[in-house]
Nanobody, 117 residues
Framework: VQLQASGGGLVQAGGSLRLSCAAS????????GGWYRQAPENERELVAQ???????SYTDSVKGRFTISRDIAKNTVYLQMDNLKPEDTAIYYC????????????WGQGTQVTVSS
């Protein structure tokens, strides 16, 4: 059971990146998939999540710029990040929480996103 995150990198302000989180051993169709981020000296914060029924939510600072989605066939959750700002610089972590196949709150490894001004 694991989550494999990818897609981070260095981009200029105004640019775009897409993060991917591929799951094995769990299913994003019936668990909640989320993206969190942690900047230096800050606490980890929830950026976006998609519930099992497809409902999506975002933290205010990324609304209108980030889009979370999932590909059930690939069991992957994505985070499309557009119009990136320097304050989006952080390590991004994907997460799965739910009850199948057993209760869990699972984290992937972080992927660094750096936005230069």
């Amino acid at each position: 059971v694991q989550l494999q995150a990818s897609g981070g990198g260095l981009v200029q302000a105004g640019g775009s990146l897409r993060l991917s989180c591929a799951a094995s051993g769990i299913n994003f169709r019936i668990n909640t998939g989320g993206w969190y981020r942690q900047a230096p000296e800050n606490e980890r914060e929830l950026v976006a999540q998609i519930l099992r029924n497809g409902t999506r939510s975002y933290t205010d600072s990324v609304k209108g710029r980030f889009t979370i989605s999932r590909d059930i066939a690939k069991n992957t959750v994505y985070l499309q990040m557009d119009n990136l700002k320097p304050e989006d610089t952080a390590i991004y972590y994907c997460n799965s929480r739910g009850n199948w196949p057993k209760p869990h709150n699972l984290w992937g490894q972080g992927t660094q996103v750096t936005v230069s001004s």
